[in-house]
């Protein structure tokens, strides 16, 4: 309670201290109906987590030349920029997938939605034992999984996707190990907290594991033999979103900068700053949300 407690009051200050901002641009976005151009200026507040990243200020620069003025506001906590979108203190968000947006609104009684995608980021299978491929791990193997809720259920989705396991009914983002078919499957899983599941490689066959624990190990993320960019259709709930409150979803200025995303300008640098461990996806805004009431009704079933 004293975390959730914090986490709420860190909320309201930041909103606060958003809301006190002016800005040197033009009108906000939020309500246009028409697009922006150099004669008729508008300001969109993003919340991001990543403002650092070379490609935002390509994107700002792009934005600009269209005569949108991008505020990138930078979340640590990321627990903060949905509630803020929803108080109205930003315009946009873009940093989650669709999974912790459907948690998101179901648990917070809230209606945000998506309006354009971005990118999946991998979740890695590697192994320190040679083997090449998926097909090379024998049977009878042990395979590490992260054991938080969303992780685990993702990483059974990826031992599926290459052949290693079973689950029943084909599985979903709610999945546990207690849905292996093990008639059906080659290797054993091994739940393990996330940070733990590349210290596992040592005497474990393989191990799938986040790239930023990935990361914190000097593991290579283009080493995996094996992730869920191979089979985006599995991947599809952690998909990365461009998110609006409901009322602006068809915002005309909003596609604009969903565009000017998907630029070559702005994708090329994004893959080449994460080294191949994301792919690009540019889905409609209708499918994302037909997606997102899906998995809200995945949330509620598993409540």
């Known amino acids: 309670m004293k975390r959730k407690l914090t986490a709420t009051i860190a909320a309201i200050l930041t909103a606060a201290s958003l809301a006190a901002c002016s800005s040197d641009g033009g009108a906000s976005a ?3 109906t028409a697009a922006a151009d150099a004669d008729n200026r508008v ?3 993003v919340g991001v987590t990543d403002k650092a990243q070379g490609y935002w200020t390509t994107f700002t620069d792009l934005a600009a030349e269209e005569g949108i003025d991008v505020e990138l506001v930078n979340f640590t906590d990321y627990t903060q920029p949905n509630p803020i979108l929803s108080g109205g203190d930003l315009e946009l968000n873009q940093f ?3 999974l912790y947006l459907a948690n998101y609104n179901v648990n917070s009684d809230d209606d945000l939605q998506p309006i354009g995608s971005t990118a999946i980021y991998q979740l890695g299978l590697y192994t320190t034992k040679g083997y090449a491929t998926p097909d090379d791990i024998p049977d009878g193997a042990e395979i590490a999984i992260p054991n938080d809720v969303v992780n685990q259920a ?4 990826v031992l599926q996707s290459a052949g290693l396991i079973a689950l029943a009914d084909g599985g979903n983002a709610f999945s546990t190990p207690a849905e292996i078919d093990e008639a059906a499957s080659r290797v054993t899983v091994v739940p ?3 940070n733990q599941t590349a210290v596992q490689l040592q005497s474990l066959d393989g191990a799938i594991i986040n790239n930023n624990f990935a990361a914190d190990a000097d593991i ?3 080493t995996a033999i094996y992730s869920d960019l191979e089979d985006t259709d599995t991947a599809r709930p952690y998909l990365n979103l461009w998110v609006a409150r409901a009322e602006d979803a068809d915002n005309p200025v909003f ?3 969903i565009e000017i995303y998907h ?3 702005v994708t090329d640098q994004l893959l080449e700053q994460n080294g191949g461990t994301a792919v690009i996806e540019d889905v409609p805004a209708e499918e994302l949300q037909s997606d997102l009431a899906d998995l809200e009704d995945l949330v509620r079933e598993n409540a």
Not at 154 to 157: F, M, T
């Open 255 to 257: 596609e604009q900068l």
């Open 96 to 98: 989650q997938h669709l």
């Open 220 to 222: 290579d993320p283009t």
């Open 263 to 265: 630029s070559p300008e």
């Open 30 to 32: 939020s309500g246009a």
């Open 43 to 45: 300001t969109v507040r």
């Open 154 to 157: 993702r990483a059974l989705l």
């Open 192 to 194: 393990v907290d996330a």
